[in-house]
C-alpha cells in the first residue's frame, strides 16, 4: 500500500453495520472513533497504556482535529488505518497524522492530522510532558516531507 510517509503504525479494520448512517456510507463520527482507537493501539505499542497515564497523573488530550473526508466507506469492507507523531515541541504538545486506506483499489479514503496537548489527568490543567511521554513518543517521531 502506498502511505504518505514511511514507518507507518497500521491498524486493520472492517466496516461494520453500526458505522453506517443513513445516508449508507460510515458516519462521520466513526472516523473520529478509529482515530482514536489507532491514537491507543499506537501508544500501547510504544509502552504507554491508560494504566501508564493515570500512574503519572498525565495524558494526552485532543486539543484540534483536522479532518479531510476523501471517499466514502461502506458495509463490508476492509480498512488500513495509519497513524504517525510527525510533531512534539518536547515541552506540552504532540501532533499525529492520520490516513485511512482501502486496500481494495488502494485508495486512500481520509487524511486526518490532530494535535494533542499533555493534562493533569486529576486537574484537567495542562501539564509538561512527562519524560515517559517525551522519550517513547520522542522515539516514534516521523519527519514529515516539506
Known sequence: MSWDLSEPFVLELEVEAAAIDEYGHVNNAEYLRWIERVSWAHSASLGLTLEDYRALDRGMAVHRHEIDYLAPAFEGERLALATWIVASDGRLTLTRRFQLRRPADDRTLLRARTRFA????????PRRLPATF????GAALVCEAR
Open 118 to 125: 499533555c493534562i493533569e489527568l486529576s486537574s484537567g490543567r
Open 134 to 137: 517525551r522519550e517513547r513518543y
